[in-house]
Antibody, heavy 117, light 107 residues
Framework: EVQLQESGPGLVKPSQSLSLTCSVTGYSITSNYWGWIRKFPGNKMEWMGYISYSGSTSYNPSLKSRISITRDTSKNQFFLQLNSVTTEDTATYYC???????????WGQGVMVTVSS | DIQMTQSPASLSASLEEIVTITCQASQDIGNWLAWYQQKPGKSPQLLIYGATSLADGVPSRFSGSRSGTQYSLKISRLQVEDIGIYYCLQAYSAPWTFGGGTKLELK
């Protein structure tokens, strides 16, 4: 069975970097697409970006140059780094598998990240 | 960016009632539309992909349809376990964008 699990700090200070790990079991991240999605307080959802089976990436332009998604195929993990965070980045962050564009069929349980001093 | 206008924002319905949620795309997105359900305290779950295809394990009371740039999710007979927030997601072009969500409650 495919399982994804996010991990990382639940509290980040403004201007610092947010770093999250998504550990995948039951399926290789060298196949398909692997994305990050976040849900803000108030229920708005935002697609942040993905890393493909080949290692190519696609990012939401709204995140400009702050975002980076990388991977470690030896550990079957992929990572999110979001730089220069503000309180507006407070959200629950999810990692998910995408078989085809926009079709996220497996999700992690989500990790709540608060940006606060 | 493609805007997805989802309605209604909230909905109260009775058991066994037919429920319809819609998403209006700001431009043509073909069939690159998925629907997700998020139950309280849980991760989102894929219901419909390709605008009309039912995801594995999803009850047949859920269905998706398309009319031009308007997409609909229909629940034919509302059950208690269907309570939650529903989102559409377009993946025709990046950035992929979600609708604002519909909070479905029991009347």
């Amino acid at each position: 069975e495919v399982q994804l699990q996010e991990s990382g700090p639940g509290l980040v200070k403004p201007s610092q970097s947010l770093s999250l790990t998504c550990s995948v079991t039951g399926y290789s991240i060298t196949s398909n697409y692997w994305g990050w999605i976040r849900k803000f307080p108030g229920n708005k959802m935002e697609w942040m970006g993905y890393i493909s089976y080949s290692g190519s990436t696609s990012y939401n332009p709204s995140l400009k140059s702050r975002i980076s998604i990388t991977r470690d195929t030896s550990k079957n993990q992929f990572f999110l780094q979001l730089n220069s965070v503000t309180t507006e980045d407070t959200a629950t962050y999810y990692c998910a598998r995408s078989l085809i564009r926009g079709t996220f069929d497996y999700w992690g349980q989500g990790v709540m990240v608060t940006v606060s001093s | 960016d493609i805007q997805m206008t989802q309605s209604p924002a909230s909905l109260s319905a009775s058991l066994e009632e037919i429920v319809t949620i819609t998403c209006q795309a700001s431009q043509d997105i073909g069939n690159w539309l998925a629907w997700y359900q998020q139950k309280p305290g849980k991760s989102p779950q894929l219901l419909i992909y390709g605008a009309t295809s039912l995801a594995d394990g999803v009850p047949s009371r859920f269905s998706g349809s398309r009319s031009g740039t308007q997409y609909s999710l229909k629940i034919s007979r509302l059950q208690v376990e269907d309570i939650g927030i529903y989102y559409c997601l377009q993946a025709y072009s990046a950035p992929w964008t979600f609708g604002g969500g519909t909070k479905l409650e029991l009347k």
